[in-house]
């Protein structure tokens, strides 16, 4: 990482300088704190938790999942002509 670092810093100072920036996580801009007001419990727990710059825990990956009525068990390919 130390190696990566060097050489990035050689590249684009400015690149170097943001990825080495330390920001206070519990620092709030005044959009932030208008948005938290009206926030209650946990979903204002749960905005006061996220890290800036992660990808936000509670979103998950969009699956596949089996229909909600169970396996259609009529179901057959469509044929195509040949």
Not at 11 to 30: F, T, V, W
Not at 67 to 78: A, V
Request: hydrophobic share 30%; glycine share 4%; no cysteine.
């Amino acid at each position: 990482m130390r190696k990566a670092m060097e050489e990035l810093e050689k590249i684009d100072r400015r690149l170097y300088i943001e990825a080495n920036k330390q920001d206070d996580p519990r620092s709030r801009s005044e959009e932030e704190l208008k948005f938290l007001g009206p926030l209650k419990g946990s979903e204002r727990k749960a905005v006061e938790s996220r890290i800036p710059g992660l990808f936000p825990r509670e979103l998950r990956m969009p699956t596949d999942t089996p229909s909600r009525n169970g396996w259609n068990y009529d179901w057959k390919p469509l044929s195509r002509p040949m």
